[in-house]
């Protein structure tokens, strides 16, 4: 009979990978901490995508941040708050994508940008308004 295989040794793993599944470890607790304390009744995909999307910000916002914030205490408590704030976050992101896309595609199009910010529609938005005379003609 064979002896087990030696236990898995963490350090044989880059440092960076280490870092990376710890902070992703942290903003999926985090993100399970905000959700618990909350009052709303949420389903459970809801609240996975919400747990593994805090991840993935988490470990994003810890390589990006890990060159400018030499402390770990202060690193590991910027990875956590937000993650925690993920959402907003996120949802803030894709306002600022979506707004600089359309200022590109104003650009290309020729249209003369107005002096007033357009609101960005959603998709569901754009379906449910009402149509313009240039939209039928």
Do not use: C
Not at 23 to 32: F, N, R
């Amino acid at each position: 009979m064979s002896p087990p295989p030696p236990p898995i040794d963490p350090e044989t793993f880059p440092r960076e990978f280490r870092d990376g599944v710890l902070a992703g470890i942290l903003g999926a607790l985090s993100m399970t901490a905000r959700l618990l304390l909350s009052t709303e009744k949420v389903s459970w995909g809801w609240a996975a995508r919400r747990v593994l999307a805090a991840a993935i910000t988490a470990v994003v916002v810890h390589s990006a941040l890990q060159e400018y914030i030499t402390s770990p205490g202060l690193l590991i408590g910027a990875v956590g708050a937000i993650a925690y704030a993920s959402p907003e976050a996120l949802d803030a992101l894709i306002r600022w994508i979506r707004a600089k896309s359309q200022r590109e595609v104003e650009k290309v199009e020729g249209k003369p940008a107005a002096n007033k910010k357009q609101p960005v529609l959603s998709i569901r938005q754009y379906k449910s308004r009402k149509p313009l005379r240039s939209d039928v003609e």
